[in-house]
């Protein structure tokens, strides 16, 4: 399972270098994507490496010191769409660096190619067969920047051919920051204040502020553009909905839980659902073990609402190679990332557990750990935070066929919630098997139904402008 990328922009009043600003909140949003890393800078092209930032500030530090720029921006990456290549890392270039209209663009989210490809033929630009989504975007702005648009006209004029999710930003050839987030806000983009160096910073992730001892001023909008310069911030609306589509994964999984999203902390919202668990599901067990490391606030808040004691009872090895790996991310190794949890079996032995999940997909890894890291254990429950994800995802996470999803597998069609707990319990191999509901999600992070995407375990596409067509695994990498 792969997650949908990290952006960050940087933009410094007082000219200071923002490069080190960038690496270090690059750092802090590398749980969003281990494949590939890059910045942009003025006057130079990208530099994009594979692998995690931390690797190649040790290796490269003479050629990373030569980046210098009050502006910048950076991407962390795995690929939802297209090959896992370094030339499809973010950012990426449109237009030369000498030509008044190019940029530099990195993208978070998945947009539908086939719409935008049809608009791009329409328009007579040559051979958008092959480009990534992101590409296709930036080609679709730039044609629009050459016409004499403004980056908001840009925008607007491209929305009707941005059929997914995108939270992007932008350097300009002329040290522009430009930073917009889709008019659903299906991923999150926030803006904070860095005193020190005088910058306005825009990220992923308000962890990304934290690490850098910035202020989080706010959100940004669903449909919100920002242009950032030496004028000073500029902000705009290309696009104003009622509805938005915010992701739950985010809450359950995605984001670091110092992060706030929505105003939400995410901590205290994995906590929060854990203590609903407890009442949608009152238990009789030992002890409340975490799979690491996400569904630990949640194991915590069943704990602390069932009386039940909390135990680390599975624990990752982080001092071997790939102990920080999250197996969701990482479909072809989540065997490797599983051996590397530890059973501290004299916390298990013998023991009723409930097992806090944040989440099945294909139910692999969760087979593995009840089946040979807790066969010691008396009996086994398995809960878990998130509802069951039957449909594929169009919206930035790499889950895209219904083949790999395990509910869909084993509980094609059904939709009693009762009947599907049974045959998925069945399946792994629990006594007791529990999903959260989509009113449960709701209630625990705190924010409506009406205004969460649930398309991946209700079907209801409604949300994108148009019903993506199903694709196999291979046509999404293209």
């Not at 910045?39 to 490496?49: H, L, N, Q, S, T």
């Not at 009113?439 to 596409?461: A, K, N, V």
Request: glycine share 10%; hydrophobic share 35%; with cysteine.
């Amino acid at each position: 399972m792969h997650e949908h990328c990290g952006v960050v922009g940087i933009f410094s009043f007082e000219g200071h270098n923002v490069v080190p600003m960038l690496l270090l909140a690059l750092e802090s949003l590398q749980h969003r994507g281990q494949e590939a890393w890059g910045i942009a800078v003025p006057g130079a092209p990208p530099f994009k490496r594979a692998g995690i930032v931390s690797q190649f500030v040790e290796k490269e530090p003479k050629r990373i010191a030569e980046l210098n720029g009050k502006v910048g921006i950076g991407h962390v990456r795995y690929s939802t769409t297209a090959k896992s290549t370094l030339r499809n890392a973010h950012p990426i270039r449109i237009g030369s660096h000498l030509h008044e209209h190019g940029f530099c663009i990195a993208h978070n989210g998945t947009l539908e190619r086939e719409l935008l490809i049809e608009c791009l033929s329409e328009e007579g630009i040559s051979s958008p067969q092959g480009k990534t989504d992101t590409e296709l975007m930036g080609l679709g702005l730039y044609r629009n920047i050459k016409q004499g648009k403004s980056w908001v006209e840009s925008f607007e004029a491209l929305n009707p051919y941005l059929n997914g999710a995108f939270s992007a930003v932008i350097l300009t050839s002329k040290g522009e920051l430009i930073a917009a987030r889709d008019e659903k806000g299906f991923r999150p983009l926030c803006l904070g204040w860095h005193e020190e160096t005088s910058s306005y910073i825009v990220a992923s992730e308000s962890c990304a502020l934290d690490i850098i001892g910035a202020r989080l001023i706010r959100d940004i909008e669903p449909g919100e553009i920002i242009k950032i310069n030496k004028e000073g911030l500029t902000s705009e609306r290309f696009s104003v909905q009622e509805r938005h589509a915010h992701c739950p994964f985010e809450y359950t999984y995605f984001a670091n839980p110092s992060s706030r999203i929505e105003g939400i902390n995410v901590y205290m919202a994995r906590k929060n659902i854990g203590r609903l668990l407890a009442e949608m599901y009152p238990l009789d067990g030992d002890i409340i073990v975490p799979v690491p490391d996400s569904a630990r606030p949640a194991a915590l808040g069943y704990s602390e609402r069932s009386g039940i004691p909390f135990e680390e009872g599975l624990m990752k090895d982080r001092y071997r190679k790939k102990g920080s790996w999250r197996s969701f991310i990482e479909p072809k190794k989540r065997e490797d990332v599983v051996s590397n949890i530890m059973t501290i079996r004299e916390a298990v032995d013998g023991k009723r557990i409930i097992l806090i999940d944040d989440s099945i997909i294909r139910g692999t890894s969760s087979r593995i750990i009840v089946g040979k890291k807790l066969k010691s254990a008396k009996e086994v429950s398995l809960l878990l935070t998130f509802p069951p994800v039957m449909y594929p995802c169009y919206a930035g996470i790499d889950f895209p066929t219904q083949k790999e999803l395990l509910a869909y597998r084993v509980c094609k069609g059904i939709k009693d919630l009762d009947e599907i707990n049974r045959r998925i319990a069945k399946h792994i191999g629990v006594s007791f098997l529990g999903y959260n509901s989509v009113e449960g999600l709701s209630r625990g992070i705190g924010i409506p139904l009406s205004q969460l995407c649930l398309s991946c375990t209700t079907g209801d596409y409604s949300c994108l402008k148009r019903r993506p067509r199903f694709k196999t695994r291979k046509e999404m990498k293209g």
